[in-house]
Each structure stands twice: as C-alpha cells, then as structure tokens.
C-alpha cells in the first residue's frame, strides 16, 4: 500500500494486489476462528456447549435468588457475546467473499487501481452468514 498527497491536501491510498490478497487471507481466517470459537464443546456429562444457545446452569435451589440473578447476567453476557461475534463474523465473511470476488477479476483490478472507496464498497457483499450451528 501506498499513500500519495496532492498539493490540494487530499490523501489517496493506493492498494496494490498483494495487500488485498494479505487483507483477504487475515479476513478469511479471522472468519474461520469466529466459527471455531463457536463451535461445541464438551461440557461434562451435560452434553456439549456452544456460545449459540444458553448455556445449561444450576446453582441452588429454587428459592437461591442471587443465583437466579447470576444466571440471568450470565445469559445477557452469552447473548452479547453471540451477538459481537456474529457481526464481526459477518464482517470479515463479507470482506473475505468480496476481496476474493474482487481478486478474481485481477485485470479489472489493475484497470481499476484508482477506484474511489464507494468503488470499491461495490466488490463487498453484506453477508447474511451466520454462527448458528447447522444440523446434520
């Protein structure tokens, strides 16, 4: 990458394959380690866990209210955490398949070297990818 400054004091970056290839392979495997992390885990005899659903927690019994209440922030922080990761899951999938689909017209590329950055929004695809396991 390469940056230039005009005498009017606009700054424009200059993106060359090899940047976009080094961009594509980060947001590829960052995508990969999203949906590692959120895959099952073993949780003793209680079967698997898995950041998708609620996690299975008994503390005391029926009337132990601060468990009740520890439970319950305990499912709101899951439920956070599912949430940033299927953004940023989302994110990186949809730059990884746009930098892929934008690589693979290489000759456009290199014709389109100064593309604006709204140009270059049109390669990104919003992806509807999603960390949920799948069935089998």
């Given at each position: 990458?390469?940056?230039?400054?005009?005498?009017?004091?606009?700054?424009?970056?200059?993106?060359?394959?090899?940047?976009?290839?080094?961009?594509?392979?980060?947001?590829?495997?960052?995508?990969?380690?999203?949906?590692?992390?959120?895959?099952?885990?073993?949780?003793?005899?209680k079967g698997n866990v898995t950041?998708?659903?609620?996690?299975?927690?008994?503390?005391?019994?029926?009337?132990?209210?601060?468990?009740?209440?520890?439970?319950?922030?305990?499912?709101?922080?899951?439920?956070?955490?599912?949430?940033?990761?299927?953004?940023?899951?989302?994110?990186?999938?949809?730059?990884?398949?746009?930098?892929?689909?934008?690589?693979?017209?290489?000759?456009?590329?290199?014709?389109?070297?100064?593309?604006?950055?709204?140009?270059?929004?049109?390669?990104?695809?919003?992806?509807?990818?999603?960390?949920?396991?799948?069935?089998?």
């Amino acid at each position: 990458m390469a940056n230039e400054k005009y005498n009017d004091g606009t700054l424009t970056i200059k993106i060359d394959e090899g940047a976009l290839r080094r961009l594509q392979s980060e947001y590829t495997d960052l995508a990969a380690e999203f949906k590692k992390r959120a895959g099952e885990y073993g949780w003793s005899d209680k079967g698997n866990v898995t950041i998708a659903y609620p996690f299975y927690l008994q503390m005391g019994g029926a009337s132990f209210e601060e468990a009740k209440s520890l439970i319950k922030a305990l499912e709101k922080v899951r439920g956070n955490l599912l949430e940033r990761f299927q953004l940023t899951y989302g994110d990186a999938d949809g730059l990884s398949v746009g930098l892929k689909s934008l690589l693979a017209e290489t000759d456009l590329a290199e014709e389109l070297n100064g593309m604006t950055a709204d140009e270059f929004g049109a390669y990104i695809q919003k992806s509807s990818a999603s960390l949920a396991p799948t069935e089998s």
